[in-house]
């Protein structure tokens, strides 16, 4: 069965403390995996497109890396503004494409 | 500001009620998406439409009825809906092509009384 787990659930962190969300697949025919952000009562932001096992991407304090398993999105000196749950979507094609959100790991950071 | 409008954002009903859901999109985005989203939970595909066409009908029961009236439109009819299907309404789009980011609205949140 096709699955997407992302860890961990809940992370606090103080304001310039660095780290690391991880997003495991386990699913055949992977076309690309998506990074979001969502802030409350809005809907996900999109930050990061995926294709292929050692790519990455950056954008401001995020960087966001993938391997054949997994994907990291590194948070480097974290502000306050960027607590919100980060949600790892992957499409696949199994027969047809589908599209298949992780449980979301929800971020704080404290000042 | 998001480019994918929906309206309304609060919406409360009855069981007994027909209401509906719209979303707009002005990016010529070719694929749209209704999404259900629970509490602290990942959104759930519900409806993918493609060029206008349904092509994707996640085993949605029939009081959730979709509607594309144009390439920029995306509607959810409601009727006879359950308590449990309060929840947060998502709509997004994306480009044509398969492996594109989806870019969404800020939903809908509906109350089922």
């Known amino acids: 069965e096709d699955q997407v787990t992302q860890s961990p659930e809940a992370l606090r962190l103080q304001e310039g403390e660095s780290s690391s969300l991880n997003c495991s697949y386990t699913v055949s025919g992977l076309r690309g995996l998506f990074w979001y952000r969502q802030d409350p009562g809005k809907g996900p932001e999109f930050l990061f497109t995926?294709?292929?096992a050692g790519e990455e991407k950056e954008k401001e304090r995020l960087k966001a890396t993938l391997t054949k398993k997994e994907s990291f999105l590194h948070i480097t000196a974290p502000k306050p503004e960027d607590s919100a749950t980060y949600l790892c979507?992957?499409?696949?094609?199994?027969?047809?494409?589908?599209?298949?959100f992780g449980t979301g790991t929800r971020l704080k950071v404290l000042a | 500001d998001t480019e994918v409008t929906q309206t309304p954002k609060h919406l409360v009903m009855g069981m007994t009620n027909k209401k509906s859901l719209k979303c707009e999109q002005h990016m010529g985005h070719r694929a749209m998406y209704w999404y259900k989203q629970k509490a602290k939970k990942p959104p759930e595909l519900m409806f993918v439409y493609s060029y206008e066409k349904l092509s994707i009908n996640e085993s949605v029961p029939s009081r959730f009825s979709p509607e594309c009236p144009n390439s920029s439109l995306l509607n959810l009819h409601l009727h006879a809906l359950q308590p449990e299907d309060s929840a947060l309404y998502l709509c997004a789009s994306s480009d044509s092509g398969r492996n594109q980011p989806q870019h969404f609205g800020d939903g809908t949140r509906l109350s089922i009384l």
């Open positions: 995926l294709y292929s």
């Open positions: 979507a992957v499409l696949i094609t199994s027969g047809t494409y589908k599209y298949i």
